[in-house]
């Protein structure tokens, strides 16, 4: 997740400039959503990492599952000319996107992406060294036996030495209603709306808004209906449809308590009122 930035009293007047750009009206929700919640730079850094540490060779081939509008396979194809990278989305609409504004402007490395309108509940023909699932997306599947099927057909579409990505938010703070607000750099505001939280089933009703300046906010810009799945749940599940081994990541703080943005795997940590981690299946 990006950082929270304080603008800087010394340059008012740039402040006032960039933050006048945005607006309910003329902006992209997408274009606010990369800003906002993605950091696929660090993503890509973990997704390569992991992979070198766990097989001993470069990762190559990736499934975005989930993709939206495709950034992190985007980065993931700009790192290196012998990579490539296929998206799953159903949402006609954000597919375009992403083709427009995320993989044409790569030029001749976006001949090495390919974005399918798919169910990510599907087996791939070909075989992919990474499959990743961000930004908690498979938490749309709320039963256990959906949650199964999903990763049976991720291990089905792995490579022998193939690994599964995904990321896990929780704590006593993601089961309350609240509201979150964060200033982003680029000159408006992030607000995560956690609405409702049941909790017989460990369900949630989120959605993101943005703020501006100037005019009304852009409300419910996205809207997420989920299943808050518990890393040991996760890691159960992965095993059960045969990943040989699944482990969490957990972010190392450094001697202030501070997040570091490094993962490592974990079996016991310190309680946290909101934490987020990954999780790593091996086939
Ligand atoms: C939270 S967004 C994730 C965007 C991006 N991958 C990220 O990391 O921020 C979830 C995306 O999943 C897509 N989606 C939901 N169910 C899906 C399914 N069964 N198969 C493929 N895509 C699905 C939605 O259309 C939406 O674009």
Same mark, same amino acid.
């Given at each position: 997740?990006?950082?929270?930035?304080?603008?800087?009293?010394?340059?008012?007047?740039?402040?006032? /400039?960039?933050?006048?750009?945005?607006?309910?009206? +003329?902006? =992209?929700? &997408?274009?606010?959503?990369?800003?906002?919640?993605?950091?696929?730079?660090?993503?890509?850094?973990?997704?390569?990492? *992991?992979?070198?540490?766990?097989?001993?060779?470069?990762?190559?081939?990736?499934?975005?599952?989930?993709?939206?509008?495709?950034?992190?396979? !985007?980065?993931? @194809?700009?790192?290196?000319?012998?990579?490539?990278?296929?998206?799953?989305?159903?949402? *006609?609409?954000?597919?375009?996107?992403?083709?427009? &504004?995320?993989?044409?402007?790569?030029?001749?490395? /976006?001949?090495?992406?390919?974005?399918?309108?798919?169910?990510?509940?599907?087996?791939?023909?070909? +075989?992919?060294?990474?499959?990743?699932?961000? =930004?908690?997306?498979?938490?749309?599947?709320?039963?256990?036996?959906?949650?199964?099927?999903?990763? $049976?057909?991720?291990?089905?579409?792995?490579?022998?030495?193939?690994?599964?990505?995904?990321?896990?938010?929780?704590?006593?703070? /993601?089961?309350? @209603?609240?509201?979150?607000?964060? !200033?982003?750099?680029?000159?408006? *505001?992030?607000?995560?709306?956690? %609405?409702?939280?049941?909790?017989?089933?460990?369900?949630?009703?989120?959605?993101?808004?943005?703020?501006?300046?100037?005019?009304?906010?852009?409300?419910?810009?996205?809207?997420?209906?989920?299943?808050?799945?518990?890393?040991?749940?996760?890691?159960? %599940?992965?095993?059960?449809?045969?990943?040989?081994?699944? *482990?969490?990541?957990?972010?190392?703080?450094?001697?202030?308590? $501070?997040?570091?943005?490094?993962?490592?795997?974990?079996?016991? @940590?310190?309680?946290?009122?909101?934490?987020? /981690?990954?999780?790593?299946?091996?086939?």
């Amino acid at each position: 997740m990006p950082t929270t930035t304080v603008f800087s009293p010394w340059n008012e007047s740039a402040n006032m /400039a960039r933050k006048s750009y945005w607006s309910a009206k +003329k902006s =992209n929700r &997408h274009v606010l959503y990369q800003l906002s919640v993605q950091n696929v730079e660090q993503e890509e850094e973990f997704l390569s990492e *992991t992979f070198m540490k766990l097989r001993g060779r470069q990762a190559l081939t990736l499934r975005e599952d989930f993709c939206g509008t495709a950034l992190s396979a !985007a980065e993931w @194809v700009k790192k290196d000319k012998k990579r490539t990278a296929v998206g799953y989305d159903l949402d *006609t609409e954000v597919l375009a996107y992403g083709q427009e &504004h995320n993989i044409d402007p790569l030029g001749e490395d /976006a001949k090495r992406v390919s974005l399918e309108e798919k169910n990510v509940v599907s087996v791939s023909r070909k +075989k992919f060294d990474i499959c990743a699932a961000m =930004n908690f997306s498979y938490f749309i599947f709320k039963k256990r036996k959906e949650l199964l099927k999903y990763f $049976e057909c991720v291990l089905k579409s792995l490579a022998d030495d193939g690994i599964f990505v995904l990321d896990i938010y929780g704590g006593s703070e /993601a089961q309350v @209603v609240l509201e979150e607000r964060r !200033a982003i750099e680029e000159g408006f *505001t992030y607000v995560w709306d956690q %609405a409702a939280y049941n909790p017989i089933d460990n369900t949630v009703l989120n959605h993101i808004h943005f703020e501006f300046a100037k005019g009304p906010k852009m409300s419910r810009a996205f809207t997420y209906d989920w299943r808050l799945w518990t890393p040991q749940e996760v890691v159960e %599940a992965l095993e059960e449809v045969g990943f040989k081994d699944a *482990t969490v990541y957990w972010e190392l703080e450094d001697d202030d308590g $501070e997040e570091t943005g490094v993962y490592e795997p974990a079996k016991v @940590v310190e309680n946290q009122e909101g934490w987020l /981690a990954y999780i790593v299946g091996s086939k």
